[in-house]
Nanobody, 124 residues
């Protein structure tokens, strides 16, 4: 059974950067599209980024465009999210999503496997 484990979250000042990692264990994810979502307190889970199995195509939510970059290293069974120019509004728990079922990639319903999340806190 595949498990997803996020890491790399933490406290950062506004304008700073963080790189999140999502490491998969139990089975290779190299043939599967992956996503990143985030959820702030009192808000719904929000789409952040999507990457195809090969890494050849990516898509981003409006708040991530131009600042965040999703990538993957299939040899390491890991997906990354590089976040630059972080703002207070980016504060949230960030989740790695796998088990993409072919639905709308920006919907949480399109994923069947989730990590436990990693907290990102941006101080203003």
């Amino acid at each position: 059974q595949v498990q997803l484990v996020e890491s790399g979250g933490g406290l950062v000042q506004a304008g700073g950067s963080l790189r999140l990692s999502c490491a998969a264990s139990g089975r290779t994810i190299s043939r599967y599209a992956m996503g990143w979502f985030r959820q702030a307190p009192g808000k719904e889970r929000e789409f952040v980024a999507f990457i195809t199995w090969s890494g050849g195509s990516t898509s981003y939510g409006d708040t991530a465009k131009g600042r965040f970059t999703i990538s993957r290293d299939n040899a390491k069974n890991t997906v990354y999210l590089q976040m630059n120019s972080l703002q207070f509004e980016d504060t949230a728990v960030y989740y790695c999503a796998g088990g993409y079922n072919g639905g709308a990639y920006d919907s949480a319903l399109a994923y069947e496997l989730w990590g436990q999340g990693t907290q990102v806190t941006v101080s203003s």
